[in-house]
């Protein structure tokens, strides 16, 4: 079977690294350590009261997301009514989204996880990696390459035929031979 390949942007073709057996393999790593944790607490207070503590974390987890759902979401109406860029509530909607699943599902690894992302006072501390997450995504699917300079400025421009004509030239000015990428300094 070929290897995926996807063009971006008029560009040379790029061989796409499939990432199923790295999320296979964190999914099963996930379970394992689940299961561990689970056991390792069983052992601690007992088989009954583990799986007492996991059902009321699983029903404080449903309840916490009701509560916190319904807040992000009278916070989001709120931002796009005024007129405001509701950026930070879009980021807090999923967040209490994916922490509420996390809360829901039985496991105390992924309780931890979810009641970080859900709380009010500790989602500020998951926007960043949401950010940095979805900006990744976005320059990847746009084709967009960030070159970063030994002076620590970096620049930004396309992998595809901006204004060239030609793949691979975003500029589509040479000098002393060499391609030159137009764009926009990110500080």
């Not at 999914?27 to 052992?43: D, K, R, T, Y």
Request: proline residues 5%; positive net charge.
């Amino acid at each position: 079977m070929a290897p995926a390949v996807r063009q971006v942007g008029g560009g040379a073709p790029r061989r796409r690294r499939s990432r199923a057996p790295w999320v296979l393999a964190l999914l099963v790593g996930l379970v394992v350590l689940e299961l561990a944790v689970i056991a390792a607490v069983g052992e601690w207070i007992g088989a009954l009261r583990t799986v007492l503590a996991l059902v009321a974390l699983s029903l404080l987890g449903m309840w916490m997301l009701r509560r916190e759902g319904a807040r992000t979401w009278r916070e989001l109406r709120r931002a796009t009514r005024s007129g405001q860029m509701p950026s930070t509530q879009i980021a807090d909607a999923i967040l209490v989204l994916v922490g509420g699943a996390l809360l829901v599902a039985p496991g105390f690894v992924s309780d931890a996880v979810g009641l970080v992302l859900i709380l009010p006072f500790t989602r500020p501390l998951a926007r960043p990696v949401l950010a940095a997450a979805i900006g990744r995504r976005v320059f990847r699917d746009l084709g967009v390459i960030q070159v970063r300079t030994t002076s620590g400025s970096s620049a930004a421009g396309t992998s595809g035929t901006a204004g060239s004509g030609r793949p691979g030239r975003a500029g589509g000015q040479r000098r002393d031979g060499e391609d030159v990428i137009e764009g926009e300094i990110i500080e």
